[in-house]
């Protein structure tokens, strides 16, 4: 990260506001990619999710995680029912930013049952960044076959992708 660019804050403290995503719920991959089509007419696979992920151009907000041993977390409104304000009652979310994304799988084991899910939330409002994050990746692309232009690049990238985690998350609160 170059020296100028400050990381990302968790977005763990939001879920201490009560009801934050009652009125505009976070969507699980599988919903952000039918939105990304439906509403904005970009078609991405779960390996761009994936892809997109590991770059750090587009990091889901949330993970839930319950394989880990449950960890003291923002506490939402006992009243919010919501999927993420449970798991968060229960200790089992994660900050992804800070995370290694190459082990998470986002593909389906062949021994799970129909109610798998990955465990990514992601907000509405990263779909308007959907399109840039994937211009990003392309640029990278290119970057990547001239080796003198990599280093800058990826700190102008890393920039980039914690700009736009910062933009996403006000939002959210409003």
Request: without cysteine; aromatic residues 8%; glycine residues 4%.
């Amino acid at each position: 990260m170059p020296a100028d660019a400050q990381p990302a804050p968790s977005t763990l403290p939001v879920l201490d506001i009560p009801f934050t995503f009652s009125q505009v719920p976070l969507l699980s991959s599988g919903q952000f990619r039918d939105e990304a089509r439906s509403k904005w007419d970009q078609r991405i696979s779960i390996d761009d999710l994936e892809e997109l992920h590991r770059l750090g151009l587009l990091v889901p907000l949330y993970r839930a995680d319950d394989d880990r041993e449950a960890e003291s977390l923002p506490a939402p409104h006992e009243d919010d029912s919501s999927k993420i304000a449970r798991y968060a009652r229960e200790g089992m979310i994660r900050d992804p930013q800070g995370e290694d994304a190459s082990l998470w799988p986002h593909r389906r084991p062949d021994n799970a049952g129909d109610t798998w899910w990955d465990g990514f939330f992601y907000s509405r409002w990263q779909l308007l960044g959907l399109r840039d994050a994937l211009q990003q990746r392309e640029n990278l692309r290119i970057v990547a076959d001239d080796p003198r232009l990599v280093v800058e690049e990826d700190g102008r990238y890393r920039t980039f992708a914690a700009r736009q985690r910062h933009e996403v998350k006000p939002q959210e609160v409003v």
